[in-house]
């Protein structure tokens, strides 16, 4: 995998051959699924030799993990590590909520003998891991047919919801990590400050993450179902209760191959909001080189994702239309940019 031209990033390393032929574990960390890969550096890309999965609540710690993984594949001398986290990382730390577990480079290093250990929020991760992606991963909602210069907004949603951006200096586009996800939602319509009571009562300070999310849109569907008292089917009930974590793709399903009601006005409403919190997120970095949308819930709704409604919803405004009218919007086809953007930022962000 190598850098594609429509992302210039600033990785100062990509022109010291010392940093080729690098051995590299680069992690993603996720609550419910931990994926650790094994990457060889090479001609400012790095190539994947072996990527495992394993159930993130089964273990007491990040290094129980890392252990298995170097003794199940056999590996030596690894020089570096890269690890991507769904929270913010201070001093090279970390303590995600969802995890339950303490992170620090140090240990690792000093743990498995590492000559390198980084770790970034997984958002600001997954934007170096966009940098290597083929043209064919970017399925554009509105598009002049490339990437303009200038600041790129990310928004994932997915168990929580991730923002991240590229500040353009220039030259270079330059990845960063935000908590904005968890900034407060606000309602605009009479139903919408129903759904911000009923969310009121559950968690205090309503954020944006309790709207886009696989809990958001739980909320979203409950609202509809519990206060709005729209129908729900009884077989769907009882595939919901035993969607085992998939309720996102048990709603998509029941929307698109059912024609259920409640499913079709929870996803219309969740992609709606989706538009609001883009046209928020551009506003606020702004964007204009472009807003890239990636996340476990795009990639399962992608199909029902109506794109020139989304663009209409995304561009409304008071006075900054003008701006958001132009902006490149794309969906990222792929779920693997945190890890390698790890792998990679690790291989070359040094000199």
Known sequence: MNLNPKFPLFLPGVKN??????SIIGANLREDVTTIAYYISGDGGIETKIQKNYPTKEYSAFSEILTQFIQEEQLENVKRLGISVPGPVLNGKSAPARLGWSLDIEEYKNSFGFEDVTMLNDQEASAYGIALLEDSDLDAIYSSGHLEKGNVAILAPGNGLGEAGYFFDGKYLRPFATEGGHSEFSPRTNVEVEFYQFLNNIYGIVSWENVLSKTGLFNIY????DVKRHPEPEWLSDRLTNANGNFTEEIFKAAVEEDVMICKIALDTFVEF??????????????TGGLLITGDIPHVIKQYINKDKFYEKFKIS??????????PIYLINTDSTSIDGAALYTAYYKD
């Open 222 to 225: 409950r609202f509809l179902r």
């Open 274 to 287: 989706l538009a609001r919190e883009a046209n928020n997120l551009t506003l606020k970095l702004k964007a």
């Open 318 to 327: 008071d006075k900054m239309e003008d701006m958001l009218k132009n902006i």
């Open 17 to 22: 051959s010392s940093n080729d032929n690098i």
